[in-house]
């Protein structure tokens, strides 16, 4: 376990000294409590929680994106610059490797995030005036429980496929490529549907549109599909724990209910670590 | 297990195939503990590709590799407990100094945070790098970044010590720091198993040498054997060196009884004989055409000799 811890720290501190760090830290250290101290200043009547849900939307594309520049190249980097020759000449497996390199990266974008929310949700209960009960407080853990899993999921999707390729050009360009593709996978299911279910006269009545688009969130490979996007579900769940359940401001139920989504980050994690770790153990250092 | 051990590193039949191309090809050998051995040959012979198996870096095709008596593939991590090594080429972190890698490396051997202080101490002391410990590593040049390699390698206080290519990429002066801090190494009852295409520093340092050629272990023995036998296959030889060497001198010896040929290069003469035991025969003959003698010796091929000759074609 030490060994894991020494990796770990090194990891840590490493990403502490970064610049990709600093820079993003910065930016998203000035945007979301200016976003948030707005929206609390000119929407009336809202709770904490109501303007920590308005800046998510913001929030979740740095989320992302930390979560992918942190650890892209955790691995082909040290392969790249023969550090890892040195470091698995030591009594380590790469397992501990691995997940020391997991942790470290994590631990670093939670450095940032949480201290920024906890800020920006000062900043709002201090511009609304309005104190957060214990069940909004424990609401807002919830969220950054949910926020830190997805980031884990998007820390552990860039460290496949940097265990997997052989460039950091390859493995930022192959991290945001499946950013995109895992998140375009729902909303390519949709709509091939759409056509099929949605006819005229649907179009013309809201009701049935809506209940029409239920009946197409209630298949299972539309499911399957949403349950695929880490991003999807990160920001499911955590509108769902912030008061917020409908699907991107529609009305429109989510296809899967909060626990699944928490359930389909976790399982993701999972088998991103483990492809990961699968990867990395096969494969020749060369 | 330690205790009973007899062959610090033991492969049979080990091979490495990279897709058609094979790198070693069933590689047999055995490097006993305590010995300076001298992994020798030619860029490209598969040097690297082996020490790589040996540590787990990479997996064989086939064949079986233990070291400190653990299989690589199966119990590569306790190997490495007792294994110091240096990669040929290998990378720091540019943002730690010298004592905050050797921390790092220090708690993954386990060692508490005292030990780890005491031995780094020592070890940046005897690499040298006292007065730039606290310097970043992209300041180091390379010769002090090898140092330091040398260093993290002797953090466990190792049974093995694997080098590969030490001195690769070093300036002369940096060279003979590291052959020297090397050949001080070999005192520390450690096994040293040196990889290296350099035969002068190989023969500095190691006692047995094995090599290789396009992934073939051809030989495996002591230098003192192969200079004999080597000795034997292309002839005795006996240098002279003398003052103002004159074609008197060379018929002079030329007629001795037992002298084959003689080769004269600037105030030396290279005698091809029968036996070494017309020494003072030669040295008599070059006395009476009126040389000097300085020096006369017989002439043990040297490493590099053996090298040829025995990866020639």
Request: aromatic share 4%; no cysteine; proline share 5%.
């Given at each position: 376990m030490h060994k894991i811890l020494a990796i770990t720290k090194k990891e840590f501190y490493e990403h502490l000294k970064s610049k990709r760090l600093v820079i993003f830290g910065v930016i998203f250290g000035a945007i979301i409590p200016l976003t948030m101290g707005l929206t609390a200043y000119y929407t009336?009547?809202?709770s904490p929680n109501d303007v920590l849900a308005g800046s998510h939307g913001l929030a979740t594309f740095f989320y992302v994106i930390l979560g992918i520049a942190m650890a892209y190249d955790v691995i082909v980097r040290e392969k790249k610059e023969k550090s890892l020759y040195t470091l698995l000449s030591k009594p380590i497996s790469r397992e501990e490797v691995v997940i020391g390199k997991f942790l470290g990266s994590l631990l670093s974008i939670c450095a940032i995030i949480i201290p920024v929310l906890i800020i920006g949700y000062l900043i709002a209960i201090a511009i609304t005036h309005n104190t957060p009960s214990v069940a909004d407080i424990g609401a807002v853990s919830s969220y950054l429980g949910i926020i830190l899993l997805g980031i884990a999921c998007y820390v552990g999707l860039a460290m496949a496929i940097s265990s997997a390729v052989r460039s950091s050009t390859t493995a930022i360009l192959s991290a945001i490529g499946a950013w995109f593709g895992l998140g375009m996978i729902y909303s390519i299911v949709s709509l091939a549907l759409m056509p099929q279910m949605l006819t005229p006269q649907v179009y013309a009545d809201p009701t049935l549109m809506q209940a029409k688009m239920e009946e197409i969130n209630s298949l299972w490979y539309v499911k399957l599909a949403y349950a695929m996007n880490p991003g999807g579900c990160m920001d499911g769940a955590a509108y769902s724990v912030l008061g917020l359940k409908s699907l991107m401001g529609q009305g429109l139920r989510y296809p899967l209910s909060t626990n699944s989504m928490i359930i389909s980050l976790v399982i993701f994690l999972a088998v991103a670590i483990g492809i990961t770790l699968g990867v990395f153990r096969s494969k020749d250092l060369t | 297990m330690l205790g009973e051990l007899m062959n610090v590193i033991e492969t049979i039949g080990l091979t490495k195939r990279f897709k058609n191309i094979s790198?070693?090809?069933d590689l047999s050998l055995k490097v006993g503990e305590g010995d300076l051995f001298g992994f020798l040959g030619p860029n490209g012979a598969g040097k690297t590709t082996t020490i790589n198996m040996l540590m787990g870096f990479i997996k064989p095709t086939d064949g079986t590799a233990k070291v400190l008596g653990y299989d690589v593939r199966t119990d590569g991590k306790k190997a490495r407990e007792k294994i110091g090594f240096l990669p040929e080429e290998f990378g720091f972190y540019?943002?730690?100094?010298a004592i905050e890698h050797l921390d790092y490396y220090g708690t993954l051997y386990g060692m508490d945070k005292r030990e780890r202080e005491t031995k780094i101490e020592e070890l940046i002391k005897s690499a040298g790098l006292e007065e730039r410990q606290e310097s970043k590593l992209r300041e180091y040049s390379h010769g002090m970044k090898q140092r330091l390699g040398i260093a993290q390698a002797l953090l466990n206080d190792p049974r093995l010590l694997i080098l590969d290519?030490?001195?690769?990429?070093?300036?002369p002066r940096a060279t003979h720091d590291m052959r020297e801090l090397i050949k001080g190494l070999s005192r520390r009852n450690v096994t040293l198993f040196l990889s290296s295409h350099l035969l002068y520093e190989v023969q500095q340092i190691c006692d047995v040498v094995g090599i290789l050629d396009r992934g073939h272990l051809i030989r495996v023995d002591k230098i003192d054997n192969l200079s004999r036998e080597i000795g034997k296959d292309i002839g005795t030889y006996i240098l002279v060196t003398c003052t103002n060497v004159t074609k008197e001198i060379v018929v002079a010896v030329e007629k001795?009884?037992?002298?084959l040929s003689v080769e004269q290069d600037g105030d030396k003469l290279r005698v091809k004989v029968d036996d070494v035991v017309i020494s003072p025969e030669i040295n008599a003959a070059i006395i009476s055409a009126r040389g000097r003698v300085k020096t006369i010796a017989e002439a043990t091929p040297d490493l590099e000799d053996i090298f040829m000759r025995l990866t020639r074609g």
């Open positions: 009336k009547g809202v | 790198a070693v090809e540019d943002n730690f100094n290519e030490p001195t690769s990429g070093l300036d001795v009884d037992g002298v």
